[in-house]
């Protein structure tokens, strides 16, 4: 039986995520404009994101839940997105050393049956140890973090950069809250541990 899920997601570092809990899914990466608008809260930004990504493939998955998820760093009231480039990566992780780094995580899920939506948020907070220059060089030129917010990949060489981590699912800074998916796929009917 084919699964009726779909994550509305290019990023290989979700899909892993999502791989975890074995039901079959389809993957589709949505395109839209990732712009905040003026003022906008953080908050509201990574929910605003993420149900735009779902729904956006909402027309071409009909009768599905369809998964969107969208993620900012916050450091000194800044929202910082991906870097893009090693010189962006390298002043980021210098400027984090010795400090905290709140991760916001988008997640929403639409079930294009009913046209019901959830839309949530999670947090999670990265405290950097201090880094010295060479390190940081030696991070960035070997992990080329440069398409994860905050400059770093958790899931791999990035655990050495930090002094501890904090909040109530690793997931999320990640970019996909899986202990709050869960409860949402439920609420929509699709139990993980029955799929």
Avoid at 54 to 63: G, I, K, S, T, V
Avoid at 68 to 81: K, M, R, Y
Avoid at 165 to 176: A, F, H, K, Y
């Amino acid at each position: 039986m084919s699964s009726r899920l779909v994550l509305a997601s290019g990023s290989r570092w979700r899909r892993q995520l999502l791989d975890r809990l074995e039901i079959p899914y389809a993957w589709q990466s949505p395109d839209i404009d990732e712009t905040p608008r003026p003022g906008e809260p953080p908050a509201d930004l990574v929910q605003r994101l993420a149900l735009a990504k779902a729904q956006r493939l909402a027309e071409a998955w009909p009768d599905h839940l369809i998964i969107g998820s969208d993620q900012v760093a916050l450091f000194e009231g800044e929202i910082l997105g991906k870097p893009g480039d090693a010189a962006t990566a390298r002043a980021n992780l210098a400027r984090f050393s010795g400090h905290r780094v709140r991760f916001l995580t988008g997640l929403a899920l639409v079930d294009t049956r009913s046209g019901h939506h959830q839309v949530t948020h999670e947090t999670y907070d990265v405290v950097f140890r201090h880094l010295a220059e060479d390190e940081i060089e030696r991070y960035v030129k070997k992990e080329k973090p440069l398409d994860s917010a905050g400059s770093f990949r958790m899931e791999g060489l990035g655990i050495t950069l930090f002094e501890r981590l904090e909040g109530d699912d690793p997931n999320t800074l990640i970019g996909l809250p899986l202990i709050r998916l869960c409860a949402m796929l439920r609420e929509a009917g699709l139990d993980p541990l029955k799929a």
